[in-house]
């Protein structure tokens, strides 16, 4: 009896404070205020209840309007906090009374409380009935965004059992649900039982799925057995998922072993798989001996090469530029020297345009140069474009890299001052205005 009675008050407290908590969210509107007294209140409420026992807990959640609550999440305006406060009301009612708060979530409009409702309480479901939760995301999950329960619902099963996590696999429906949940499985597998999970991949009946699952195990091996995966990949997949699961376990392995990385990647056709691999591959290269990337760039087809010595070389000129100056400055003549003496060019006239024109003017011919001057116009003009045009106006007139090399200084000019640009533009002679600017000679 004593007990009791002094529940009594804790009771009676508890329930009018949840009480007072419903009267100000009915008064308040939309005012922010409104939410942090009823947040407050609740917690008093709770609070006391909580002191007087299990009893007086379970009478105060049973007086509290979570339904009221949820909805008065949606009276937030700011898309980010009204997320927080519908994920917070929403798990409470679902802990409460998962069964009300499952109903109302099916009954909503589609959007995006709805897609957040579902993955608080689909997993919730799967920890215990796995079956059920599948079900449920079958006919609530139709979006793009929502097909990703089958993620999360599969990675909670694949996680302690993936083979029977494979075994509900079917149960999905086709299409992009199913993937994802063939994904989770293979990706989980892979970790815990490589080799059970590639017997179990190579004999899914369909052949999109099949791919869809030696790829993720691939992926998956690609970061601790590189060469093991690209082998496979060859055997198992082809088209755009033998060459995802080859470009990544090449990045993995030049990051390993650069020197095999390139030789792989010398081996491969022309394309997009060869072109990027080769980027992964100088950068690798560059880090332990620049001047072995450049020239194991310069090996491989045109459009791989560009990229390739682009890459090399900017590595290497932020560690010696003198080195990679010289070195270019030796190379054959022909493209691959062209572009190369670009860049060098470029990259100088940025960081110190003196050194730039003095390695310029050593090169050996007038190609070389003239490539060099264009560049270290517009490489300078990026910092300094008045004297980048000064510079290069002042070169003899009978240069042939002159004009291309105003110009391109010029415009850099006139985006950074249009009016100094014009100025100066106006005291050059007629033959350098019309070239820099045939529409001023054409207005006069």
């Not at 920890?127 to 079958?138: E, F, G, I, M």
């Not at 194991?296 to 791989?304: S, V, Y």
């Amino acid at each position: 009896m004593k007990q009791r009675n002094l529940l009594k008050p804790i009771l009676l407290t508890a329930i009018c404070g949840a009480m007072v908590a419903i009267g100000v969210r009915q008064l308040a509107g939309n005012r922010p205020v409104a939410s942090a007294a009823v947040d407050n209140i609740g917690n008093m409420a709770l609070t006391s209840a909580v002191a007087g026992g299990p009893a007086a807990t379970a009478a105060v959640t049973a007086a509290v309007d979570f339904h009221a609550l949820v909805l008065e999440s949606f009276r937030e305006t700011d898309p980010r906090l009204r997320a927080i406060a519908f994920g917070k009301a929403y798990t409470d009612w679902f802990q409460h009374d998962p069964e009300a708060a499952l109903d109302w979530l099916r009954q909503m409009p589609q959007g995006n409380e709805y897609t957040e409702g579902l993955f608080i309480a689909l997993p919730a479901i799967g920890k215990t009935d796995p079956q059920r939760a599948l079900v449920l995301a079958a006919s609530m999950a139709t979006t793009h965004d929502q097909k990703f329960i089958y993620s999360t619902l599969f990675d909670q099963l694949a996680k302690t059992d993936p083979a029977g996590a494979a075994g509900w696999v079917r149960s999905v429906p086709a299409g992009e649900a199913r993937e994802n949940a063939l994904r989770t499985v293979a990706d989980n597998w892979s970790h815990s039982d490589l080799a059970g999970a590639l017997d179990w991949a190579k004999n899914i009946e369909d052949a999109g799925e099949r791919a869809s699952a030696m790829e993720s195990i691939l992926t998956t091996l690609a970061a601790t057995d590189p060469q093991r995966a690209i082998d496979l990949a060859a055997q198992n997949l082809e088209g755009g998922a033998a060459d995802r699961v080859s470009q990544k376990g090449l990045q993995e392995l030049a990051a390993a072993n650069p020197q095999a990385a390139a030789e792989a990647v010398g081996k491969l056709p022309e394309g997009e798989l060869q072109n990027n691999s080769a980027l992964a591959v100088a950068r690798a290269l560059a880090a332990q001996d620049p001047a072995t990337a450049v020239a194991w760039a310069q090996t491989l087809p045109a459009g791989a090469q560009a990229i390739a010595l682009n890459s090399a070389l900017d590595a290497w000129f932020k560690q010696d530029a003198d080195a990679a100056g010289k070195y270019v400055s030796e190379m054959s003549a022909g493209s691959a020297q062209t572009a190369a003496i670009s860049q060098i060019a470029e990259n100088w006239a940025e960081k110190d345009p003196a050194a730039a024109i003095n390695w310029a003017g050593g090169l050996s011919t007038n190609p070389a140069r003239d490539a060099a001057i264009i560049s270290l116009a517009s490489g300078w003009a990026r910092i300094d474009p008045a004297a980048a045009v000064r510079w290069t106006a002042e070169l003899p007139a009978e240069n042939a890299a002159r004009i291309e090399a105003l110009k391109g200084a010029y415009s850099y000019w006139e985006m950074a001052d249009a009016t100094a640009a014009a100025n100066y533009l106006n005291g050059l002679s007629e033959g350098d205005r019309n070239a820099i600017k045939p529409a001023t000679i054409a207005a006069k």
